[in-house]
């Protein structure tokens, strides 16, 4: 048995003994091979010692010398001279020499000890002492001849006779240069005399002038500080947008009339990436505005509807809270309850709503639900006077309901665009969508035999039309599918939640309602599964701060499970519990079931003995979510691929910044929520000829198989629906151009180009984005630690997501997490504070232990001051109120260095600790909860436990203390490897620039070939087979653009991101696994103290992973189940079938 507690056979350690046996005595039997090899080879590498290549004759004998006991005899001078003879072998009078020069005496021999290897190194001509060697017996050398021929020089030719240096020619004589002839006189100028100048004291004294007053005496002017000054936006030159010698002719938009126009534009784009929240830090709420909820539980979601219901009805019409959408639903419930008195309304709010509706106002879309439902099945109420039924109707059939009716069709509809803010709503958002949807739908259906306005369309297309949106908004995020890009955000969750119940409640359509049903239990299976005790833990919404209490989610959570808040008339309780009322809707059985056994603790995991839940909504904008999701990216996106990465924030993402005018080209730039995007389209709008040109609109018809109608355009654009982008774009081109004789048509070289521009700001630009979010929440009974698992490691300003948090108590804020402020102390709100990330950290989680590391890119330093309007406070902070817990402890470490916060709440343990130093706020509004610790760069852990892993408290400290932590912060280094110029660079792939560049070697950077190349360094940073295919297949009349779309398309042109350098972490708890964590390194855990023996851990999950349900992720998978011993709720959103068995 080892430290950890793991039995091992006896078996093992004999197997793995005869395994190293088996290794060592193949070690030793390849070195003796290769000893073997190495000697053959000197054996065969030297042939001339058996007479292969000696092709000469024999190597005379050795004479005879004087023995080893003599001295050689003194040799003279003479002897000391080699002799040499003539080269042809001619005795020195000029006759033939009958003796062959003696050759030169023979090496001496090697000597080992071995005679093998004697034999082997030795060559045949050597000499040894023992043998007498070729001097004499002794080993010495032969005596060398004492009387030497002697040596004749030949005669030297005479060398010709060199010419006289005297006999050369006389140069001739210079002429002289005084006989040069005399230059003429210059004749004389006389230049007329300057006046003399008056004398200055001649001129008239000016007059005194009054004396001014003293500048001391003026008031002082108030001092305006500017505390957040901005850079100005550098002007933007006239010159066209493609190089010269490229077809230019940027067509000037209708609505833009200069230069200075579309950099107002501009200058308005950047405005509204801005984060302006008025406020100050000492404004707003420190905790949730909502408290438990003091109703009868009754034991069941119906009781508990009953109650909430009675409750609403005995309150006072206009109710405690002055949100209209809560007195909203108040009013609804009411008419539901048979309240049919208009006195006993509280009306104010739905008159509101319908004026909105009217004025096509931006707020009518939280309304939107109850005025569809009022419009439908309360048309006939007392409540329901002539006027206010009038002003509904007006504005139903004259409101845009999408994108396609902001088209100025007629002069009422260009009337109708003039009027109103529905600008400024976010179409393609997931939330605004799915009203605008859901609102079409019960409307249209609702005016079935009218006319709408804008669209041209009866109330019952628009009926037939609103369903099919709602149905493909299910299929692609809630059948299961892809998930929800909103989860995290409580008024999001809470407008889809009612949505939804609304829909299941009056909709006309089965298939609707069907529909709908399933995606409700869908997300109430999944809030049931994340939630802790009315909460959940990772919400922060644009009203949630997540400090403690209850938030606007937990009116639907207790409703759902009996814990949590219940105000009166909130949306989604209210739509839920009338749904629930009218035998509309019902909470499958086993929902309430797996979350008491979640609640209580009545289940362990079989991996690893905790209860785990772990989830993953939405995909990312990059190669790998396009594939995961089946959608499509870039300039091959479709205008419904657009529509999602839109609703996920994604158009500033370099794979979907092409997105807005992908969208803008079908349904226009001139009124709507796409104007924000007009400056765009001055990018965009470079046209060139088409060749061979397009055909007609009935021709592309015909090709799809489409009758063409005789209908407006608007019709067509309808009748296409998910045609693809280069269709739309051809249909729109030639409505444009009907007249014409050539039609033109947008390319998408600019775009290509902005997109690539974007990869240079991806820390900035990937913001937005929410992306694919994996949750990660380990809970018991009375803890809960829950966590995004490396989530946009260093994406600057993300909000709507907290990385990660531990809950003891959230009603009494016993509740810690941290964050990195974006902007200062002075000018952040609550939820500046502690609900936005200036950047993102990476975190990790395993159980109940958690690493986040706070690593920010050098781009915060240039992009938040622009966008923050100031530079963000050099500091990480956490959550932390010591006053929430019964007990708070600082525990060091037995390093003595290493600073623990510790703390318990009830049976539930808590551990907290900062790289660098922290120290609580002494002043302030979060004086006591708020931890501070400097700099940028920060690794935090936390660790939860509770009565059922550790005996008491004192156990759990001894724990924290007897653990050890390792944290490494190195220098500065890259952490995202830049594009094909930078990998050039680097990798000094360019060499002889400019005049003698060496393309070979160039080619070899960049180009794999297998065996020859196979590892160059940039083949990453570009497609060669995909460039040349693009380059091949370009229609583009002129090849320089097809160079230059084909370019930006398949290379990579991103700058490397740098960040602070690189950070490891490595934590080993007491008595369990250790963790080993790193800015650039994967997550591992295993044992403590064989670093070799631990192992990868997955950080990525399927769509639900509960111990009752296993949901895969994608949208082939269309099928949902949750089992609980017998009861079981079975989804299948291909057939529409729902079973439920209890």
């Known amino acids: 048995v080892d430290e950890e507690g793991r039995a091992y056979r006896d078996g093992a350690p004999r197997k793995r003994r005869r395994r190293y046996g088996l290794v060592l005595c193949g070690t030793c039997l390849c070195i003796l091979i290769g000893i073997g090899l190495i000697l053959w ?132 004589n210079l002429p002289n240069i005084t006989d040069l002839p005399e230059l003429p006189d210059l004749p004389v100028i006389n230049l007329p005399e300057v006046p003399t100048l008056p004398n200055i004291t001649d001129l008239p004294e000016l007059p005194d002038l009054p004396d001014l007053p003293n500048i001391t005496d003026l008031p002082d002017l108030p001092d305006i500080p500017d505390p957040f000054p901005l850079p100005e936006l550098p002007s933007i030159p006239e010159i066209p947008f493609l190089p010269p010698g490229l077809p230019t002719g940027v067509p000037i938009p209708q609505n833009l009339t200069s230069i200075a126009e579309w950099e107002a534009l501009f200058q308005e784009w950047i405005n509204s990436l801005r984060q302006d929240r008025p406020g100050s830090f000492l404004e707003g709420l420190e905790h949730e505005p909502f408290g438990p909820c003091v109703l009868e539980d009754g034991g069941s979601v119906e009781a508990r509807a009953a109650h909430l219901l009675e409750a609403i009805l005995e309150s006072s019409p206009s109710g405690e809270y002055v949100d209209g959408v809560v007195t909203l639903w108040s009013d609804v419930v009411r008419v539901e309850m048979g309240v049919d008195r208009p006195e006993r309304l509280s009306l104010a709010a739905f008159v509101d709503g319908v004026n909105a509706l009217d004025a096509r106002h931006k707020e009518v879309v939280d309304a939107l639900p109850v005025l569809s439902r009022a419009m439908l099945i309360y048309p006939s109420e007392a409540f329901m006077s002539d006027e206010l039924r009038a002003n509904l109707t007006r504005g139903a059939l004259g409101f845009s309901f999408w994108l396609d009716e902001f088209a100025e069709t007629s002069p009422e509809a260009t009337a109708l665009l003039e009027e109103g803010d529905l600008e400024h709503v976010r179409y393609w958002g997931e939330v605004e969508s799915l009203a605008l949807h859901a609102a079409q739908h019960l409307m249209g259906h609702a005016l079935r035999f009218e006319t709408f306005t804008l669209s041209g369309r009866s109330g019952a297309e628009q009926a037939a039309l609103g369903a099919q949106r709602v149905l493909a908004w299910i299929d692609r995020r809630l059948s299961p599918s892809l998930g929800l890009s909103s989860w995290g955000d409580d008024e999001s969750i809470v407008s889809i939640v009612t949505n939804l119940a609304n829909l299941v409640d009056v909709s006309p359509s089965t298939a609707v309602r069907k529909h709908a049903e399933m995606a409700l239990d869908v997300i109430l299976a999944e809030l049931s599964a994340h939630s802790f005790r009315g909460v959940l833990p990772l919400n922060r919404g644009a009203r949630t701060a997540g400090l403690g209490g209850f938030h606007q989610l937990s009116n639907t959570l207790w409703l759902l499970t009996g814990l949590g808040s219940c105000v009166l008339g909130d949306a989604a309780a209210s739509s839920l519990a009338v749904a629930l009322l009218r035998s509309s809707y019902h909470v499958a059985g086993v929902i309430g079931t797996a979350f008491e056994r979640l609640h209580t603790g009545d289940v362990k995991d079989i991996d690893h003995g905790v209860a785990k839940v772990l989830s993953r909504h939405s995909v990312d904008a990059s190669a790998e979510g396009a594939e995961e999701g089946h959608l499509r990216f870039g300039l091959e996106a479709s205008v419904n691929d657009c529509i999602y990465w839109m609703s996920n924030g994604a158009q500033g993402t370099p794979e979907a910044s092409e997105c807005p005018h992908i969208v803008a080209d079908v349904y226009g730039y001139a009124h709507g929520p796409l104007r924000r995007f007009r400056w765009l389209e001055p990018i965009a709008g470079i046209k060139v000829p088409t060749a061979p040109p397009l055909g007609s609109i009935e021709e592309i018809l015909e090709q799809r198989g489409v009758q063409a109608p005789s209908a407006p355009s608007a019709a067509l654009v309808t009748m296409l629906g998910d045609a693809p982008r280069r269709r739309l774009r051809a249909v729109s081109a030639l409505r444009a151009a009907k007249e014409e004789e050539e039609a033109t048509i947008v390319r998408e070289v600019p775009l290509t180009v902005l997109a690539g521009a974007s990869r240079l700001i991806a820390p900035l630009s990937r913001s937005g984005d929410r992306g694919a979010a994996h949750q990660y929440t380990y809970r018991t009974k009375h803890v809960m630690l829950s966590s995004l698992p490396d989530y946009k490691a260093g994406t600057l300003l993300v909000e709507h997501r907290q990385p990660w948090c531990a809950m003891l108590n959230p009603e009494d804020a016993a509740v810690v997490f941290t964050n990195q402020p974006p902007r200062s102390r002075e000018s952040s ?268 851990t997955r950080q990525r999950f399927e769509r639900l992973e509960t111990p009752f349900s296993n949901v895969p992720f994608g949208p082939d998978h269309e099928t949902f189940e949750l089992r609980v011993d017998r009861q079981t709720l079975y989804l299948d959103f291909n057939r529409s079938v729902k079973v439920v068995t209890n």
């Open 41 to 172: 080879g000197i054996y065969v590498m030297r042939p001339r010692e058996f007479g292969f290549l000696w092709s000469g004759p024999a190597p005379p004998s050795p004479s005879p010398s004087p023995s080893a006991e003599s001295s050689p005899p003194p040799q003279n001078e003479s002897s000391s001279v080699s002799p040499v003879g003539p080269p042809d072998g001619t005795t020195p009078d000029g006759g033939p020499s009958s003796e062959v020069p003696p050759s030169p005496p023979p090496a001496p021999c090697w000597s080992t000890g071995f005679e093998g290897v004697d034999n082997l190194l030795n060559p045949v001509a050597c000499w040894r002492p023992s043998d007498g060697g070729p001097g004499g017996g002794d080993g010495s050398l032969p005596d060398l001849p004492t009387d030497p021929p002697p040596i004749e020089i030949p005669d030297l030719p005479e060398l010709p006779d060199v010419p006289n240096i005297t006999d050369l020619p006389e140069l001739p």
């Open 829 to 1096: 709100t609550p939820f500046d504070w502690w609900a936005r990330h200036a950047a993102m950290p990476r975190v990790a989680q395993h159980q109940n232990m958690l690493i986040a590391i706070y690593n920010p890119p050098v781009e915060a330093s240039a992009f938040l001051p622009l966008m923050e309007k100031g530079l963000p406070p050099s500091i990480t902070h956490a959550f932390f109120d010591k006053g929430a817990f019964d007990e708070y402890d600082v525990v060091v470490g037995r390093d003595g260095v290493t600073t623990w916060h510790c703390g318990r709440k009830g049976e539930a343990y808590v551990a907290l600790y900062s790289y660098k130093p922290a120290s609580f706020e002494e002043a302030g509004p979060f004086a006591g909860k708020e931890l501070v610790a400097e700099d940028l760069r920060n690794v935090w852990i936390a660790q939860v436990e509770d009565s059922s892993t550790v005996r008491d408290y004192g156990q759990f400290k001894d724990y924290i203390r007897k653990g050890w932590v390792t944290v490494d912060i190195l220098p500065p280094g890259p952490d995202r490897d830049g594009g094909l110029p930078w990998c050039l660079w680097q990798n000094k792939c360019i060499k002889g620039f400019p005049d003698n560049i060496d393309y070979w070697h160039l080619v070899k950077c960049v180009q794999w070939v297998p065996f020859v190349n196979p590892k160059p360094p940039c083949d990453r940073t570009l497609n060669t087979l995909g460039f040349l295919g693009c380059f091949l297949g370009c229609d583009l009349p002129d090849w320089r653009l097809c160079l230059i779309y084909c370019a930006v398309r398949s290379i990579d042109w991103s700058l490397p991101s740098v960040t602070f350098g690189e950070v490891k972490v490595e934590y080993v708890p007491w008595k369990r696994q250790a963790l080993e964590f790193g800015w650039h390194e994967p997550f591992r855990v295993g044992r403590r103290y064989n670093a070799v023996r631990r192992e990868l």
